[in-house]
């Protein structure tokens, strides 16, 4: 059965490809103008940067892919075959899974631009409680989704921009919903619609934000310089050589947080080569602290990068020797200054 | 030498789910890698390797994914890949002879001989079967960045929870460090999948630049002042890259790219299919089913149906990957002249691929990356190779922009891991996601005994495998449909079972350790990644 499946699916996979054929062939022989037509023009705004960009073909690329998960082709001389593998051990049967978990939910997915996906799992407990609050002179009722248009508002139930009804047909626990307009948030809810035009509810779902479709008119700039080292930001956030660092960060936090300046000793990577007993053991000191936030500040004389929030702080490797470290703070209007002097001595004893 | 006009940053996305399966003599999907590794893999690390020792200076960027690290480093698939190619040097012996009166398809087949010997004395012999050293030391030469990508390749837009997208960041992390020994500087969001404000995620953990497709990038909010041919920042100071649709296109497309050349070897012929059963026999799947088995002696030919390929002829076949080489790096030159007269700095244009696709898919694809890389290094001077990190060590100063939901799968979103043959995991998924969150918070500042700590490791092991985003992929494109569906079921399974077992204190010892046995990925897991 499953070989057959496989063909059918071939098939309409070659009529897929032939209408690409179709498709590719005017991409082609527009690519072949770009080249002249760009040496042409003169006037180059960034409008044309963002016109370089052709959209690839994503199924062709999809099906490329795909050949990495290969399935057997047919084999014609000994017909169709499902393969059955030979288990080493016996085991218990790990194919059925629960399907369905009353938890009285209901979830909304983004697929696309215009589409969002929901699914929802509602308890028989939940529908009959929820049935019974609906009064007959309401009049017949539909289990529908409503999706609410909620962008840039905090949605409290009744102050959605626009929302719409889709009636939920058969015995369908998803359904696909076209949304109004990309870059939207939306917020679905399920529940029971009267015909005089009650609404009952029975679940709410989360948020989403659809994708934008197009080029954003907003074109105020806003640039930022990113040159801080990361590596060594990182080993001072416990990163770097730590492997499987939560203890190690959570000493760092502690000692990070306390008020004293302190230096402290971590573990080196274990080396591969040496099977043997060995220790290794090694310093580091980290110096830390805040001032105002529009301050200049110095440590050994060199002007050192202080956080938005005042904050700063360095780390050092600490060999065997004496070290002085004096920090120096200046305020903004050069008025106030303080300086701190740090002695650290490392000995080897 | 002078300046470059521009950069060009080759990225090649390595990855396979996890499809280790010890509880089988021989599993089909197995071969998914071992055909890598002879293809695609061993081929890529020879040709950096000559590059090296002939002296071409280069830059490329890789991700290799937590799985495909975590297999290649595998005792068990190891053991399992020397047999495999052992098998397929005892086939193509009998293949040299059997074809000695045949010089077309003879000296097609003495080709394979030489690079199936290569390539077991570069798996067994030079790298001790560890070809992720291999790799690595092509980074520690400076020439190649490794990046990394999510744990188990699960497409983060739709986690539904941030604590796994935390997850999927914060095992990847440590895994690249413990197998890599320093943190990543980059990573390759699985499917190219980009959910605003994931981008906090990456930057919790240092990783410092992600890539996504154009339109993450192009449909950013404000507009960029680049477009795509320059990174930007998020406002968590991550940058992204995005990738340029005009060389994607040359490599992707089977039809108008390079790879759909008559010269080039046919994918599809395969003498698995193509020979007498019983000749045949011990070298398929152990059930008797016929499978590839990598050696193909036909070229594509034309618009001809299989049975009219004519004989493939891997000189000319090179031949053309070295006119195609120089034809993508005139386009390259082009490009970046144009656009550096736009721009006031190097534009950069990002080439991302599967890294599969060269080799596997595309035969010859691994030598036209050597062509490539070596014209660019000897023929001009408009363009030069560059890492992202590189780039932005160069031009630290970008702009600010939030980039917009993405991803590089069909039309450019989550449709292709969400449609009417996969959307029935979601639900499932979604479930042991909370499972696992309520594990976490109910645990993490527990004492724990061993055993306790055991199940809580699988079951973290369990959620991540059941969220590859291969099996979702898989289902889409039908191709191995049952198997797909078997692994989010058994995941989905395992998991509640662990689940159920902590909860209720009511230890099945054995299955648990049948399943650890069985998937291991992440020895070292950390099970409390499912936090915020």
């Known amino acids: 059965m499953a070989m057959k499946k496989i063909k059918k699916d071939k098939g309409e996979s070659d009529k897929e490809l032939n209408t690409k054929k179709q498709k590719n062939k005017r991409q082609i022989s527009a690519k072949k103008v770009t080249i002249s037509k760009k040496q042409v023009k003169k006037g180059k705004t960034e409008k044309e940067i963002i016109k370089e960009t052709k959209p690839v073909d994503t199924m062709e690329q999809s099906k490329m892919e795909a050949t990495k998960f290969y399935p057997p082709q047919m084999d014609k001389k000994n017909g169709e075959k499902i393969i059955k593998y030979e288990e080493k051990k016996a085991v218990i049967d790990e194919s059925q899974i629960q399907t369905k978990y009353g938890d009285n939910k209901i979830v909304l997915l983004v697929r696309d631009p215009y589409w969002c996906y929901a699914y929802w799992d509602l308890s028989e407990e939940l529908i009959n409680n929820k049935r019974k609050e609906i009064k007959p002179e309401w009049g017949n009722y539909d289990l529908i989704l409503r999706i609410y248009d909620v962008t840039d508002i905090i949605f409290n139930g009744n102050n959605a921009h626009k929302f719409n009804d889709i009636k939920i047909t058969g015995d369908a626990n998803n359904w696909y919903i076209n949304v109004w307009e990309a870059g939207r948030s939306y917020i679905t809810d399920i529940g029971f619609k009267t015909a005089d035009g009650h609404f009952i509810l029975l679940a709410r779902s989360n948020a989403v934000t659809t994708p934008r479709d197009k080029v954003s008119n907003i074109t105020d700039e806003e640039w930022m310089v990113v040159d801080e080292d990361f590596d060594e930001l990182f080993r001072l956030s416990g990163g770097g050589k730590f492997g499987s660092s939560e203890g190690f960060r959570s000493f760092l936090e502690m000692n990070l947080s306390s008020e004293s300046v302190s230096s402290f000793s971590s573990p080196s990577p274990k080396p591969e080569e040496n099977k043997g007993f060995f220790l290794v053991v090694d310093t580091e000191l980290i110096v830390y602290g805040a001032t105002e936030k529009n301050a200049k500040l110095k440590v050994k004389g060199e002007p050192i990068k202080i956080n938005p929030d005042g904050s700063f702080s360095l780390r050092y490797h600490l060999p065997n020797t004496n070290l002085i470290i004096p920090v120096e703070a200046e305020s903004n209007d050069g008025k106030d200054k303080i300086s701190i002097k740090i002695t650290v001595e490392r000995k080897t004893e | ?532």
Request: aromatic share 16%; charged share 25%; proline share 5%.
């Open chain 2, 1 to 532: 030498m002078r300046e470059p006009s521009g950069y060009l940053a080759l990225i090649l996305h390595a990855h396979l789910p996890f499809v280790r399966h010890p509880e089988y003599n021989s599993a089909l999907e197995e071969n998914w890698l071992f055909e890598a590794i002879t293809e695609t893999y061993i081929p890529l690390l020879n040709i950096f390797n000559k590059l090296i020792e002939d002296g071409v200076d280069f830059r490329i960027t890789m991700s290799l994914t937590p799985p495909l690290i975590s297999m290649l480093r595998d005792p068990l698939l190891q053991e399992r890949y020397l047999n495999h190619i052992n098998k397929l040097i005892e086939l193509i012996e009998k293949e040299v002879i059997r074809t000695q009166f045949e010089p077309h398809f003879n000296r097609t087949a003495i080709m394979y001989r030489e690079k199936f010997y290569n390539a077991r004395y570069v798996f067994e012999e030079k790298y001790k079967r560890d070809l992720v050293s291999g790799f690595k030391q092509i980074q520690d030469a400076g020439k190649l960045e490794i990046i990394t990508c999510g744990a188990t390749h699960g497409f983060l837009p739709l986690s539904l929870y941030r604590e796994v997208v935390n997850a999927q960041i914060k095992v990847a992390v440590d895994h690249y460090i413990e197998n890599l020994g320093r943190r990543p500087r980059g990573i390759w969001l699985p499917e190219c999948g980009y959910n605003p404000g994931d981008d906090e995620v990456l930057r919790k953990y240092g990783i410092r630049y992600f890539i996504t497709d154009t339109h993450g990038i192009l449909y950013g909010t404000p507009r960029p002042k680049y477009g795509i041919f320059s990174p930007v920042y998020c406002k968590s100071r991550v940058a992204a890259f995005a990738r340029d649709m005009e060389s994607s296109k040359q490599v992707w497309s089977a039809k108008e790219g390079y790879p759909g050349d008559y010269n080039y070897r046919e994918f599809y012929r395969d003498i698995g299919y193509d020979l007498d059963y019983n000749y045949i026999r011990p070298y398929i799947h152990e059930s008797g089913i016929r499978i590839n088995t990598g050696i193909k002696y036909y070229k594509i030919t034309g618009r001809v149906d299989l049975g009219h390929k004519q004989p493939y002829d891997y000189n000319a076949a090179l031949n053309k990957a070295a006119e195609h080489a120089g034809n993508f790096m005139f386009n390259r030159e082009k490009q970046v002249e144009y656009l550096a007269k736009l721009m006031k700095r190097q534009p950069i244009i990002v080439a991302p691929y599967d890294a599969e696709l060269f080799g596997h898919w595309w035969y010859e694809g691994p030598y036209f990356l050597d062509f490539l890389i070596r014209k660019i290094f000897y023929d001009q001077q408009t363009i030069k190779l560059i890492t992202p990190s590189e780039y932005l060590e160069k031009y630290p100063k970008n702009q600010v922009l939030t980039p917009s939901f993405s991803s590089w799968g069909y039309k450019g979103y989550a449709e292709f891991w969400l449609s009417g043959e996969n959307d029935w995991i979601y639900r499932h998924l979604h479930k042991i996601y909370e499972k696992m969150i309520e594990l976490v918070n109910t645990f993490k500042y527990k004492p724990l005994n061993q055993l306790q700590e055991r199940i809580l490791k699988q079951a973290a092991r369990e959620v991540l495998l059941a969220q590859s985003s291969d099996w979702a992929f898989i289902m889409k494109t039908q191709t191995m449909y049952e198997y797909a569906a078997r692994r989010t079921v058994n995941h989905v399974f395992r998991f509640n079972k662990l689940y159920d077992m902590i909860k209720t204190a009511n230890v099945d010892e054995q299955y648990l350790a049948r399943i650890e046995w069985q998937d291991n990925i992440f020895p070292n897991i950390d099970w409390t990644a499912f936090s915020i």
